[in-house]
């Protein structure tokens, strides 16, 4: 892990990344200090279309609209 300076940060925002894109962590402070923390995001898989078809049931009446009991429930009330 590594800090720098917010001046820092932004002047080399593209080589921070690249260290970044290399597994590190940045964090970026302000007057020494922390405020920000830089770090790589993973990417999900593909996404694959009705990858879920056949495993999900919808119980008759999913679409009906909700008794008012159930509706204040929902709300919180």
């Known amino acids: 892990m590594s800090i ?6 932004k002047t080399h925002l593209s080589r921070l990344l690249a260290r970044v894109e290399a597994d590190e962590e940045i964090v970026i402070a302000r007057r020494g200090k922390p405020v920000a923390r ?16 056949g495993k999900i049931v919808l119980l008759e009446g ?11 429930t929902w709300e919180g009330k």
């Open 62 to 72: 999913f679409f009906e609209p909700l008794s008012e009991n159930e509706l204040r």
């Open 4 to 9: 720098v300076n917010i001046h820092k940060a």
């Open 38 to 53: 830089l770090v790589g995001c993973k990417l999900q898989g593909k996404r694959q279309p009705d990858v879920l078809k």
